[in-house]
Structure formats: C-alpha cells, structure tokens
C-alpha cells in the first residue's frame, strides 16, 4: 500500500505547478466551471434545435441532472466523507511540498475527485447521445483538461482522478441507458440514417459546432493568462 502512496504522489508531483505563471493562470481559469459556460449552453442548442418536442428535450435535461446528481452527489455527500482522504494541499506531510496557486487549497477531502466524475459523466453521456468521432474525442479531451488543472493545483491525486473518470463513465453510461430505454418507449420506430446527421438523429455540423467552442473558450483561457 505504501509503494501505491508513493507512486501517486510520485505522479502528483511530475503534474503539479511549472512554476510559470501564465500556466498557473491557465490552469485557475480551465478548472473554473464559469469558463465553460458557453460550453454548456452550446450542448443546450444542440440538443433543442435536434429535437423536435418539449418532451424529447426535458427528459435529456433531466438525463443531465441525472449524471451530475450520481456523479458529484457520489463524490461529495457519500464517498469523500467516508474515504477522509486528505487533498495534497491538505495533507500534513506533504502539504508544504505542493505547489499552490494564489492560496487556493480547496475544501478537505479529496477522493474521488467531483471534477473528474462530473466532466466525464457528461462527456460519456452526450458521446452516447450525439454519436460523433470528432465530438467525443473533443468532450474526452475537455473532461481530461479539467482533470489536468486538479493535478496541477495541488487539489487531487492522480488515483482520485482516476477513479473520478470511472466513476463518471459508469453513471454517464447508465443514465445513457435510462434514456434510450425511456425514448424508445415514446418513439418505438426510431431509425435515422442520413449522412448529413449521426445514427442518433443529430446534425453533424452542431457537433462541429461544439468542437469550435470548446476551441474559442480554450483561445480565451490562453489570452487572457498572457494578459493577466
């Protein structure tokens, strides 16, 4: 167990701080989830200009409340007060050696990490929705940056991120799965196939669309840690 203990803080410390503080920047504003706002509204129009009733769009809200409410409610109301794992900015032994930004060290407890969880809930369950190569490999890659900015603050291990993730792909799935199931019964003959649109019924440009906010908010990040 020891030999675990030191390989992951082995990891964290490959992984935490630069010593830069353009990167110390980049990493405060990239862990923010005010950052990703047009992130999430963007979801939001893809999903009401695909589906054509309130009630197709209500039961994928409903889906995505689902995921957060498995995946953070999880994390942060039952498995990190009974784990009691201390963060790495907490950690007595430790804490002094991690590299934290502008005082930032976070609330107690450490595992899982909520960030993880979260980001890759909602990553699985609209890879699943919308069906798209270029689309899941941009969401994986906006949950991984959340992941990275954990490390990197000092706020998580990298066992915590990775049980995050796990955790985040098994409720995405399973909300995914509710979904399907409750869609099918109040549309029985869905059967898309067109090559404009994926085999889910979405429109291959507004997943496009996705990957060019995700590209413009990551642009964002970056100049504004040159500038402040």
């Known amino acids: 167990m020891q030999t675990l203990i030191d390989i992951d803080r082995d990891i964290l410390a490959f992984f935490n701080g630069s010593g830069s503080l353009f990167v110390d920047n980049l990493a405060v504003i990239l862990t923010s989830g005010l950052t990703w706002i ?31 409410a498995m995946s953070d409610g999880v994390a942060d109301f039952i498995v990190k007060p009974l784990a009691g794992r201390l963060r790495p900015s907490h950690e007595p032994s430790i804490k002094y050696t991690i590299e934290i930004v502008e005082g930032y060290r976070g609330s107690l407890y450490s595992f899982f990490s909520a960030h993880a969880s979260n980001t890759f809930s909602i990553a699985m369950f609209f890879s699943l ?3 798209n190569k270029t689309f899941v490999c941009a969401m994986a890659a906006w949950s991984l940056a959340n992941c990275w ?3 990197y603050l000092g706020l998580h291990y ?12 098994v409720s995405g799935s399973f909300v995914y799965f509710i979904y399907i199931k409750s869609y099918l019964r109040m549309y029985p003959n869905f059967n898309y196939i067109s090559s404009r649109y994926t ?15 995700l590209i ?3 642009l964002y990040a970056i100049i504004h840690s040159l500038i402040f």
Do not use: H
Not at 46 to 63: A, D, Y
Not at 158 to 166: A, K
């Open 38 to 68: 047009p992130l999430y509204l963007t979801l939001l129009y893809v999903v009401i200009k695909n589906n054509e009733t309130m009630k197709q769009i209500m039961l994928i809200i409903g889906c995505v409340i689902l995921c957060l």
């Open 199 to 213: 085999s889910t019924g979405y429109n291959r440009l507004d997943a496009d669309i996705v990957l060019l906010v």
């Open 158 to 169: 990298p066992s915590d991120i990775f049980v995050g993730l796990i955790w985040g792909c």
């Open 149 to 151: 900015t954990r490390m």
């Open 216 to 218: 413009m908010t990551l």
């Open 129 to 131: 929705l919308i069906r």
